[in-house]
């Protein structure tokens, strides 16, 4: 069965090269997107056994959601790059692999025709909170409406990363694949090169607790932070009754010299993990072992990005689902090897730096 550096490699072969930069791209001398790869490797768990493992459960609850597993698609912009099936096809292979896709702002699709279109998938909005604040709540108000069941809001975006394969190539949105939840406020600019500038004056910069507390106020739907790295910050996400963190470094793309998720979860993990907050973790998760290292380290659950946009430029819808169902497959398959019969188990793994 292929693994996620097969769809890599194919998706290399058929994406335009800006297009193929702007998906494997960090930011500066890309140092935060290596790790976040290669420090799962250097995590080493130690397998339990005379168990008997008959039956692996792999089911969990998120924010009181039953998914199939504990991955869930990450928030990544402009999917319609990738292939023509974007965000409806990561939809459908999400929803029929019984997991939550998390919907960007930056969707290529619209949040209601995604909704609209997979009506039985459960899916989360990423939000990017805006200076102007009737936009972002008319963003908050059109998720609710159209069934989303959480909110996702992005807080490692206070200005852009410096993203130096972008400059380079001039990435900017072919015609066909536009800024489909925002047609009506962004204008043609912010297709183009002047895209980080429009960002820089657009978005919010005050990310203090009296922004996300007026948020809080303003939405019944719960809240999930993405974009924790510190233990002190998931301490206070919890004082605010948060429904859940995500410890991301946005895939490196934000602040290089930044450490990698897979260092910062076990502190993160040790102050919050276990109780009413879930903790979610992504960066670099490539196979079903990291998936099942993240979850002895602390994490509830994982989000990937990358791999499906991989699967997506290599197949279209069919693609996600195979990427998807490798990682279950993984997952299931290290569990039995590790000794655990369900993510409770995965939990209790002991595991050391190797
Ligand atoms: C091409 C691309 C676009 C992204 N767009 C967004 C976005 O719109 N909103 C967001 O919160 N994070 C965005 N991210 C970050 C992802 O949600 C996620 O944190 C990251 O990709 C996880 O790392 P991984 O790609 O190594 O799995 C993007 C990442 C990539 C690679």
Not at 191 to 217: F, H, M, N, P, V
Request: charged share 25%; glycine share 10%.
């Amino acid at each position: 069965m292929p693994n996620t550096a097969h769809y890599r490699d194919e998706a290399a072969k058929r994406l335009d090269p800006m297009v193929r930069d702007y998906y494997a791209g960090g930011a500066e001398d890309e140092e935060t997107l290596r790790h976040n790869v290669t420090d799962w490797e250097a995590i080493g768990l130690i397998p339990r056994t005379f168990r008997d493992l008959s039956e692996i459960d792999l089911t969990t609850r998120l924010l009181g959601q039953r998914v199939t597993a504990p991955i869930l698609t990450a928030p990544c912009s402009f999917n319609r790059l990738a292939h023509p099936d974007g965000e409806l096809g990561v939809a459908r292979a999400a929803s029929e692999a019984g997991l939550i896709q998390v919907l960007s702002t930056a969707s290529s699709t619209s949040l209601e025709e995604v909704a609209q279109s997979v009506p039985d998938g459960t899916r989360w909005f990423q939000l990017y909170c805006y200076r102007d604040r009737e936009l972002t709540l008319s963003l908050v108000r059109r998720a609710e409406e159209a069934g989303y069941s959480a909110l996702c809001l992005t807080v490692d975006v206070p200005v852009p990363g410096n993203r130096e394969r972008d400059i380079h190539n001039g990435f900017h949105l072919p015609d066909d694949v536009r800024w489909a939840n925002l047609d009506h406020v962004m204008g043609p600019e912010a297709a183009g090169s002047a895209l980080s500038a429009y960002i820089k004056e657009r978005w919010e910069r005050d990310l203090s607790w009296a922004t996300i507390g007026w948020l809080q106020a303003k939405t019944s739907l719960p809240l999930v932070i993405k974009g924790v790295m510190s233990a002190a910050d998931a301490r206070e996400a919890e004082q605010h009754g948060i429904g859940g963190i995500v410890v991301s470094n946005h895939g490196g793309r934000q602040l290089d010299g930044s450490i990698s998720t897979c260092r910062a979860l076990p502190a993160i993990g040790d102050a919050v993990g276990g109780g009413p907050m879930a903790v979610l973790v992504d960066g670099g998760i490539r196979r079903g072992s990291h998936v099942l290292k993240a979850l002895a380290l602390g994490a509830d659950a994982v989000m990937i990005g990358r791999p499906y946009l991989w699967g997506l430029a290599s197949d279209g819808q069919s693609g996600v689902t195979a990427v998807l169902s490798d990682f279950i497959t993984e997952l299931e398959r290290a569990m039995a090897l590790a000794g655990c019969r369900s993510i409770r188990e995965c939990h209790q793994l002991e595991w050391m730096a190797q």
